[in-house]
């Protein structure tokens, strides 16, 4: 009879953090792919949003990323300055955890905010 620890590679550890690039501008009127693509891979434990090449984004893009984060572990790599700004100034910084690269964000573990 199987026990918990039969298969170390079974379990949902064994499985890669998948990862979603963004690039370019990012607003209401370019939003559905990557919206898309980041429910897509919601539907597992934790996904890795990286934002290395996003040349701008606004309220809607933060809207995603909320959304996001309500259905799994959103984990947001590699922000430039602009991105970081707008989480920092609507305070979701607190709430999305950032990380510098995609290889820190999906080594993280799951970082729920304490309440």
């Known amino acids: ?27 209401i009127e370019n939003l559905g792919p990557l919206r898309q693509a980041l429910e897509t891979a919601a539907e597992g434990p934790a996904v890795v949003l990286d934002a290395s090449g996003v040349t701008f984004a606004d309220s809607s893009f933060l809207s ?3 959304g996001v ?11 430039p300055p602009q991105v970081l700004r707008l ?10 955890p950032l990380y ?4 820190e964000a999906e080594k993280a573990g799951r970082t729920d905010p304490v309440d």
Do not use: F, K
């Not at 199987?2 to 990862?19: L, M």
């Not at 984060?69 to 922000?79: H, M, N, S």
């Open 1 to 27: 009879m199987p026990t918990h620890g039969d298969s170390p590679q079974s379990g949902p550890a064994a499985r890669p953090v998948p990862v979603v690039a963004a690039h370019g501008d990012l607003d």
């Open 69 to 79: 984060r309500q259905l799994t572990d959103l984990r947001v790599a590699g922000a």
């Open 64 to 66: 995603v990323l909320l």
């Open 100 to 103: 510098p690269s995609v290889a």
């Open 87 to 96: 989480l920092e100034i609507t305070g979701a910084d607190r709430i999305i």
